[in-house]
């Protein structure tokens, strides 16, 4: 599995740190940018370089996104089609995403999580498996209908 992760300024230290502990951890990690501090650098830029590739490769990638808030890059990223991105909190919602909605991008909010409180969503979320069960199924597939309805 490829990860991309992205970040503007308000996420940039956050994710160079993240980049380094998930190549530690042996993933595969391509930065979509920033590739260095820019103050005046806009989260669009980075959340639609990261959407667009796992938008691309579903099935073989996933994405981390990271601003100030979290909810700038999450907005960006559930704009394109098949991206179900969720601004995680904890460990346990970063799970509950993976295990019941599927996702497929992690957006985190750099301003209110600490390294390691990252550390550990980031884990979580990417230890975890979608569980497969038919409710799921057919929750998920009624939001590709209403996605398919309104693009």
């Not at 980075?46 to 590739?53: L, P």
């Not at 990417?126 to 569980?131: G, I, K, N, T, Y």
Request: glycine share 6%; hydrophobic share 35%.
């Amino acid at each position: 599995m490829i990860l991309y992760i992205g970040a503007d300024h308000g996420g940039f230290e956050l994710k160079e740190l993240l980049k380094k502990f998930l190549k530690d951890s042996g993933y595969t990690v391509n930065d979509m940018g920033n590739d260095h501090y820019d103050e005046n650098d806009d989260y669009p830029d980075f959340a639609k370089f990261v959407a667009g590739k796992v938008t691309a490769d579903l099935y073989n990638s996933k994405g981390i996104l990271i601003c100030k808030s979290g909810v700038g890059v999450d907005i960006v990223a559930n704009r394109y089609p098949e991206i179900r991105s969720v601004l995680a909190t904890s460990p346990d919602h970063a799970m509950a995403s993976r295990r019941d909605e599927d996702t497929n991008v992690l957006s985190l909010a750099a301003e209110y999580l600490d390294p390691e409180r990252a550390k550990q969503i980031v884990s979580a979320w990417l230890q975890e498996s979608f569980s497969d069960e038919e409710r799921h199924k057919r929750r998920l597939e009624k939001v590709r209908e209403i996605g398919n309805s309104i693009h």
